[in-house]
């Protein structure tokens, strides 16, 4: 397994695909897995500001990095999309928790309401 299809791995796979039947050991790869994901350098794919961006919200979510990029998801393309397109897109690229997208998504808000206030204040050039 390379690297790109490590992080890509879901539960099934691991069970059917690679063999591993009991599902305590499926806990602990998963486990392993997502570590390796929060922890992984993601600067050369885009700078790292997806990840940076994701772990500002909870250091867990860096997990979501790979899954994003991968889905052209990165968080300047996050701040151009309406909230709606956003959920929408955050399920497809594999964020299975409501909890989660709906918490990316209100930090997608607030990152983009702060840039307008930001513009708003800022000195005339």
Do not use: Q, W
Not at 70 to 97: F, N, Q, V
Not at 108 to 121: R, T
Request: charged residues 30%.
């Amino acid at each position: 397994v390379d690297g790109d299809i490590l992080l890509t791995l879901t539960d099934a796979n691991i069970k059917e695909d690679i063999g591993i039947k009991n599902g305590i050991l499926r806990k602990r790869f998963m486990r392993e897995l997502k570590s390796l994901k929060t922890n992984a350098d993601y600067s050369c794919s885009d700078s790292g500001n997806t990840s940076n961006f994701l772990a500002k919200i909870s250091p867990e979510f860096r997990s979501y990095t790979y899954n994003l990029i991968s889905h052209d998801l990165t968080y300047d393309y996050m701040l151009r999309l309406d909230p709606i397109s956003l959920e929408d897109m955050l399920k497809y690229a594999g964020i299975e928790s409501s909890i989660h997208r709906h918490k990316i998504v209100e930090a997608i808000v607030s990152e983009d309401e702060d840039s307008v206030v930001d513009s708003l204040y800022s000195e005339p050039a």
